[in-house]
């Protein structure tokens, strides 16, 4: 069966960190490139981070640099999305998704899309 599942979202304090994980299920990532998306309250979905078939990383919200890192271990067939430094603005039901070889901003590109893990940064 083809699936993306997240997990690892939750409740985090503003500067704590979380750990997001996407497991593919169907397909070997090797094949795929895997990206981030988020949709915020009130917000339009927006393209965060993607991981190309070669392991290389898109920033797709540059000021994301040095808080966010994309990351996947092939033996679990996951991928990972580092959060430090969280903000509330950061607040969003994070999705992952999938792209034949290579990686794009635009959601209407990829095929499998999970059903997404809500990350919530409040004191």
């Known amino acids: 069966q083809v699936q993306l599942v997240e997990s690892g979202g939750g409740l985090v304090q503003p500067g704590g960190s979380l750990r997001l994980s996407c497991a593919a299920s169907g397909f070997t990532l090797d094949d795929y490139g895997i990206g981030w998306f988020r949709q915020a309250p009130g917000k339009e979905r927006e393209g965060v981070l993607c991981?190309?078939?070669?392991?290389?990383?898109?920033y797709y919200v540059l000021s994301l640099k040095g808080r966010f890192t994309i990351s996947r271990d092939n033996a679990k067939n996951t991928v990972y999305l580092q959060m430090n430094s969280l903000k509330p603005d950061d607040t969003a039901v994070y999705y992952c998704?999938?792209?034949?070889?290579?990686?794009?901003?635009?959601?209407?590109?990829?095929?499998?899309w999970g059903q997404g893990t809500p990350v919530t940064v409040s004191s």
């Open positions: 991981i190309n078939s070669s392991g290389g990383s898109i």
């Open positions: 998704a999938r792209k034949y070889y290579g990686c794009s901003r635009y959601g209407s590109q990829y095929d499998v």
